[in-house]
């Protein structure tokens, strides 16, 4: 007996029953994860803060969170193709995501928050970019002897989770296979399935860095020392 009669009820599906599912396990996923980072708390410092201790920790924190956005020239001297590609690879993943018009259609119905989006061959170009982004940084991890030493299945994992996104989506919006639902419906699956393992993986850094480096750059502050 088959689960779905055909592409349109698995398109159906994905946008309504598993889509539910995905951001449900997506939002108790982030939850419990920033609650396990806020619970361990923080030590008291006794130290006497350099000026406004409020004032000090926030200039502190949000420098930092600038300053450690960019490699220092140290980091980039050793690893010049992880900095570049990566941030490359970033930046035009970042772009497709939230400046195709589908998508900023779907932030709106889900979130209600809309903003323009770019025109439809630049994103698609972008994308394009993405890929081989992410495609030149597989390779790479698969050739540097200590990164593929250091590599582990979770590395993988979240690299093909990620990426399954962005070929589907390509395929689903140039129509490379057909039916069309059934393209899309993969797409949308695909993106579900990243919603699903985010939390639970290497994946979560997008939203523990930030907080990490506020809270290093806020101690330092505090104590007027550059982080």
Known sequence: MEIFSNANDFLL????????????IFIVGVVIRLLEI???????DYSEPRGSELQAEWKGGLKTMLIRSVADKGTFKRAP??????YIWHIAFLIVLLFFVPHIELINATLGLKWPG????????????AMAGMLAMLWHRMIHPVMKFLSTFE???VWLVTFIPLITGYIAFHRMIGPYPLALGLHILSVEILLVVFPFTKLMHAITLFLARW???AMMGRKGIES
Do not use: C, Q, S
């Open 81 to 86: 193709f992880v900095i570049i590609v990566g």
């Open 215 to 217: 809270y290093t750059g």
């Open 155 to 157: 590395d993988y994992l």
């Open 13 to 24: 599906w994905t946008r309504g029953d598993a889509f539910n599912i995905a951001i449900g």
């Open 118 to 129: 770019l025109a439809t061959p630049l994103v698609d170009a972008f994308a394009i970019v």
């Open 38 to 44: 806020l619970l361990l708390g923080r030590k008291a």
